[in-house]
């Protein structure tokens, strides 16, 4: 008796075993419609499992299907890549007072950098000594 729908028909078989008939009494009756309701309610929590359960596998084939496109259109991500994506460094121009950011990279490789806002030389070293300045703090 492990199903809703079998402790119903086990109560339903305990009520005729009973002898209980709509014709009987008042509480035969009632205790008819009530297990009539109870079978009722079984019947439509069965047919919401399956419904459930056919949701459930329609939602992972779904999910299959849509891992396979992001694999297909954006490649196959790997945590570890995540290597190759560059390092910003923000840095506020001295002449224009505008926030600017540049490739970690870029740092590394040119002396001189120039604002892109008012195309004036930005010093790293400058630069570098406030950024460190900041986290001092």
């Known amino acids: 008796m492990d199903s809703l729908g079998e402790k119903v028909s086990y109560i339903k078989g305990l009520a005729q ?7 009987d009494s008042k509480e035969a009756k009632i205790l008819i419609s009530i297990i ?3 079978q009722d309610i079984a019947d439509a929590i069965e ?45 506020v121009c001295p002449h224009c007072n505008q926030t600017v950011y540049f490739d970690e990279q870029m740092f590394e490789e040119e002396d001189d950098l120039t ?20 986290d001092d703090e």
């Open 115 to 134: 604002c892109p806002n008012c195309n004036e030389p930005i010093y790293t070293e400058c630069c570098m000594d406030h950024e460190d300045d900041e």
């Open 47 to 91: 047919e919401l499992e399956t419904s459930q359960a056919e949701t459930d596998d329609y939602i992972e084939t779904l999910d299959e299907d849509i891992a396979e496109l992001q694999s297909h259109v954006y490649g196959d991500y790997d945590e570890d890549d995540d290597d190759d994506v560059p390092d910003y460094i923000e840095v």
């Open 36 to 38: 009539d309701i109870l």
């Open 17 to 23: 075993g009973l002898g209980l008939e709509e014709e």
